[in-house]
């Protein structure tokens, strides 16, 4: 059965203290891994595409990477505003309509 | 371009109601999806569509149905309302490939909230 996992649940920074989120993922045939951010109240908003792995990708603060059995997001630096609950979902051979959402890490990072 | 938007946006039913959520796009997009989000569930597939006049099963259908009539519209339907469905429900849109490779954008609306007594 596929699975996406994220860890960890919830993580507090204090500004500029860097870290990494994580999502695990034991699937057949991933054909993309994405990561999305939530702030309260809102919908997701898409942040990350990764297609293979030693894939990376940049934005700002946060960089995705990608290897056969992971993903991480690595915040440099955070500051108040990164807080937000942080989404990484698969799309696989098996399921290329759908995506299939882990249950995500909850940022906050204090001043 | 107001991209998805979701009609309610908040909602109180008794048991046994019935209710839709509408969902509707600008952007052309084929694909449109009903997640509910759920305190430490994450967000769970309830139906999907790959274009006007199909839908499909997800995660967790059961208690819904969904129509797709026009391809800028995707409806949620409760036909009898429980307090397990008491939720924030999401729809969202994509468009399946870009350069051949799946692209997995969604745009998600603001959400619905639906509250069963």
């Known amino acids: 059965e596929d699975q996406v996992t994220q860890s960890p649940e919830a993580l507090r920074l204090q500004e500029g203290e860097s870290s990494s989120l994580n999502c695990s993922y034991t699937v057949s045939g991933l054909r993309g891994l994405f990561w999305y951010r939530q702030d309260p109240g809102k919908g997701p908003e898409f942040l990350f595409t990764?297609?293979?792995a030693g894939e990376e990708k940049e934005k700002e603060r946060l960089k995705a990477t990608l290897t056969k059995k992971e993903s991480f997001l690595h915040i440099t630096a955070p500051k108040p505003e990164d807080s937000a609950t942080y989404l990484c979902a698969v799309i696989t051979s098996s399921t290329l309509g759908r995506l299939y959402f882990g249950r995500g890490t909850q940022l906050t990072v204090w001043p | 371009n107001a991209g998805v938007t979701q009609t309610p946006k908040f909602r109180v039913l008794k048991t046994g109601q019935s209710m839709t959520l509408l969902c509707a796009q600008d952007?052309?997009?084929?694909?449109m999806y009903w997640y509910r989000q759920d305190p430490g569930m994450g967000l769970r597939l309830i139906h999907y569509?790959?274009?006007?006049?199909?839908?499909a099963k997800g995660e967790v259908p059961d208690g819904y149905n969904v129509s797709r009539l026009k391809k800028q519209n995707f409806l949620l339907g409760l036909e009898s309302a429980a307090p397990s469905q008491t939720s924030v429900y999401f729809c969202?849109?994509?468009?399946?490939?870009?350069?051949?490779?799946?692209?997995?954008?969604?745009?998600f609306g603001e959400g619905s909230r639906l509250t069963v007594l």
């Open positions: 969202a849109s994509r468009t399946p490939r870009t350069s051949g490779k799946n692209t997995g954008e969604l745009f």
């Open positions: 569509s790959v274009g006007e006049g199909t839908t």
């Open positions: 990764l297609y293979s």
């Open positions: 952007m052309n997009h084929e694909y």
